[in-house]
């Protein structure tokens, strides 16, 4: 598929609504893409000034203290000990590696690409990019023959949904009866909200109770951009299977592929500090509670959310119609046409807005409901 046969930009679709919204008498509320509006934190920028006499070219690999960083923040906030420099490779952001996953394993026209029923389009448009067939299902025994990549999201985007040990265990079960590597997005994993995940870590693919110290044909993809708010350094990286981690590399050379230098040292300091991790979460976690309880009294009814930084939520009518009802309110939101076929009447709700916006949110909302209740 030529990269011209690519359907428009999603986002496009929603200017008309940006525009609505930003003409309510209290300005623009937005929680439509989530977009880190916090502060870079002091240790990460520190570390990025002091790596600024970058002149030579950064390694594709990564620094060793990188991946040394990389392996201890996956044992000791993941749960998964044991990675050594061999298994993981830094990336540049993770929409990149999500994108180019299908071309680095060399998949082609004919093969299936498996991703969630509620997905981030990317994952759609790298296995297109290839020529490769998207195909949503979320069952592992639904996935067909011919599958050769499977993308996981726990906790996903847009739903917040989290899978548990069992789960995933079945999904490496199904991924490996086809023959397929199975990648798992989890840049959200900080950010569990509801049932265990209110105090249990969200699990990851590599977690020995999920692969039995078995890691062929297992990939986990993490980005500091939620958790450091770190979106515009492009921070990010893989890990799992030795054999498959060295083969993305050999390419990513080729294509240079590189992380640069302040941002290899940012990111190492980052992967070190668990303090500013826990703030941001803080934040997060504050938004949520008030966010949360002002769209249920709202009429919107809350599905999965258990995980990640949006609310799922819906009216039950369509997604465009609940787009513009929340525009006259000067509020935007994503439609939940952007993330599949399967959910016309979501909307995706963002918690990356300043504490004083989302107050703001939610004092529109109460108002609205109260005006139809009078």
């Known amino acids: 598929m030529a990269v011209r046969d690519l359907d428009e930009y999603p986002w496009d679709a929603v200017a008309p609504y940006a525009r609505r919204a930003a003409e309510h008498p209290g300005g623009l509320v937005d929680l439509s893409i989530g977009s880190p509006v916090d502060e870079t934190p002091a240790v990460v920028a520190d570390a990025l000034r002091a790596a600024t006499d970058a002149h030579a070219y950064p390694q594709t690999v990564g620094t060793p203290a990188l991946r040394e960083a990389i392996a201890a923040w996956y044992a000791r906030r993941r749960g998964v000990p044991g990675l050594d420099a061999s298994e993981v490779l830094p990336t540049v952001g993770s929409k990149e590696l999500v994108a180019l996953l299908p071309l680095l394993l060399g998949l082609a026209e004919g093969d299936i690409v498996v991703h ?3 997905a981030y389009p990317t994952y759609a448009v790298g296995a297109k990019l290839v020529g490769a067939t998207p195909v949503a299902a979320d069952d592992p025994a639904t996935w067909p023959e011919g599958t050769r990549l499977v993308w996981l999201n726990t906790p996903g985007n847009p739903d917040g949904r989290v899978l548990d040990v069992e789960a995933l265990r079945a999904a490496v079960a199904r991924a490996r009866e086809l023959g397929a590597v199975i990648a798992s997005d989890e840049c959200y994993a900080e950010l569990g909200w509801d049932g265990a995940w209110a105090s249990e870590p969200v699990p990851s693919i590599l977690d020995p109770r999920v692969t039995d110290g078995d890691r062929r044909g297992i990939l986990s993809v993490y980005s500091l951009s939620k958790q450091s708010n770190l979106a515009g350094y492009r921070a990010a990286f893989l890990a799992g299977d030795a054999t498959l981690v060295a083969s993305l590399l050999t390419v990513r050379k080729h294509l240079g592929l590189m992380l640069p230098a302040p941002v290899q040292a940012a990111m190492t300091a980052a992967l070190g500090d668990d303090a500013h991790v826990a703030a941001q979460r803080e934040r997060y976690r504050a938004r949520r509670e008030v966010l949360k309880p002002a769209l249920e009294n709202a009429g919107f009814r809350i599905d999965h959310s258990e995980g990640g930084l949006y609310l799922w939520a819906t009216e039950g009518r369509d997604a465009w119609d609940t787009m513009g009802a929340l525009a006259e309110r000067g509020i935007l939101a994503g439609p939940g046409h952007f993330y599949g076929e399967h ?22 909302l109460s108002a609205a409901q109260a005006s139809q209740t009078s």
Do not use: K, M
Not at 343 to 364: K, N
């Open 116 to 118: 969630p029923r509620a």
């Open 343 to 364: 959910y016309p009447q979501h909307v995706r709700f963002s918690l990356t807005a300043t504490d004083e916006r989302i107050a703001e949110a939610a004092r529109r």
